[in-house]
């Protein structure tokens, strides 16, 4: 049980590192609350969750080729410029949770998948990590052993999903509406900022190697 919890607090430690997703998280909790921050983070688990199964199953090495490479760094610079472009626009519009529910619970659930699939970052950070942890494990458990560690990894990954949730919602409801409008343009801006570099990889790519 010890190892089983040990392997969460790596997934959460895992997900703590503030990126994309995260300020995606934090603007759209203050804008629309915690279920939708919590599905932007969901999407993104999901995109985790593929790219672990692509390392366990060995065919994460077809990411790694140098066209596929750019075209996901360009696709995450579209991503990530389209949404803190759309962040900056609506900044300081806080919806009501009733309000476009059917659409913008959809949108938040694939922003997060899209913002995580389309970051080459993401696959380099799960093939060093995961891949490094898998080989790790294997070595010392059987196949339903390493099942059941990457399932508390997942965890690990769920719960700072709702925590991140729950502090973005906090915000909403104890700041003022500068305040909260002062984030949501700064959660913009750095989505923005990722997306240029994202772009900036993909132009080094593509012309440069």
Known sequence: MSIFIGYIFLGLSLAA??????????????KSGFFHAWLVGLGAMIADIIYMLAVFLGIVHFLEIPFM?????????????YTGIESLISAGKIYSNTRNVEESVIRSFFSGFFMSISNPLTILFWL?????????TAAKYDQTEVAIYSLAIIIGLLLWDITMAGVASSFRRFLSMKVL??????????LIGFGFYFGYQAILLLFFT
Not at 69 to 81: I, N, R, Y
């Open 17 to 30: 590192p503030i990126g994309p997703v995260n300020a995606a998280q934090l603007d759209k909790g203050i």
């Open 69 to 81: 490479k750019a075209f996901l760094w360009s696709f995450g610079f579209f991503v990530l410029v």
């Open 128 to 136: 060093g990590i995961y891949g490094s942890v898998l080989a790790e």
């Open 181 to 190: 409008t002062a984030i949501s343009i700064l959660s913009g801006l750095s």
